[in-house]
């Protein structure tokens, strides 16, 4: 176990809808990292954020947007949704910000049918 | 040319082989190189990780970096069927000493018992 919770596990949705994905970072740690794996690309960073603000930002599309809260858990919205969404969603978070040991959740699989 | 490229295999040895992994990446700035494992349906889990040129070991599980090739390689000796995953290069502290984590696609990995 990495420490790092993520919710839902599962995720079943239909095109156009709108979707929030939850993350609890390790206890401790002020980075959370947002992923996204498909199939054919592989892990895709997405966005990152350290201590609630916005620190690097990856191949996010607009419909998606991220924020950290004041407790550290953090978000990942995902809107307008398309069947090319559907994937593997990951959070990992580290301690630093220039993560050289970053610990991944379990992930989030969204199906958009 | 992309940033990390990684064969994807699948990759098949036996039982107690010496397995040998690779990625090689375009991006001269990274300076620290990690290698996860990824089973099927959970999180990448932190095998190696490495700053700068060299090498580390850590039981059966030893991680290089050439810098000067761009090239990082994990070897894993007697290798067990447990280890049978998917292994992901990634690397970071690019350009800017950006923070973003850069992955590769990932290789199968089958041990045959």
């Known amino acids: 176990d990495s420490g790092v919770t993520q919710t839902p596990k599962h995720l079943i949705t239909a095109t156009g809808q709108r979707v929030t994905l939850r993350c609890s970072p390790r206890s401790g740690d002020l980075s959370v990292y947002w992923y996204q794996q498909s199939l054919d690309q592989g892990l895709q960073f997405l966005i990152q954020y350290y201590n609630g603000e916005e620190r690097a930002k990856g191949n996010i599309l607009e419909r998606f947007s991220a924020q950290q809260f004041p407790d550290l858990h953090s978000e990942l919205n995902l809107s307008s949704l398309e069947l090319g969404d559907s994937a593997l969603y990951f959070c990992?978070?580290?301690?630093?910000?220039?993560?050289?040991?970053?610990?991944f959740g379990q992930g989030t699989r969204l199906t958009v049918v | 040319q992309k940033e990390v490229e990684q064969d994807p295999g699948p990759l098949s040895v036996p039982e107690g082989a010496i397995v040998s992994l690779n990625c090689t990446y375009s991006?001269?700035?990274?300076?620290?190189f990690m290698w996860y494992r990824q089973y099927s349906r959970k999180g990448p889990e932190l095998l190696m990780y490495t700053y700068s040129s060299g090498n580390k070991e850590d039981g059966r599980f030893t991680a290089q970096v050439d810098k000067s090739s761009k090239y990082i390689s994990l070897f894993i000796r007697d290798s067990q069927p447990s280890d049978s995953a998917t292994y992901l290069c990634a690397m970071g502290g690019g350009v800017n000493r950006d923070d973003k984590i850069i992955f590769g696609k990932g290789t199968r990995l089958h041990i045959l018992p």
């Open positions: 991006n001269s700035a990274f300076q620290y």
């Open positions: 990992a978070s580290s301690v630093v910000p220039a993560a050289t040991e970053a610990f």
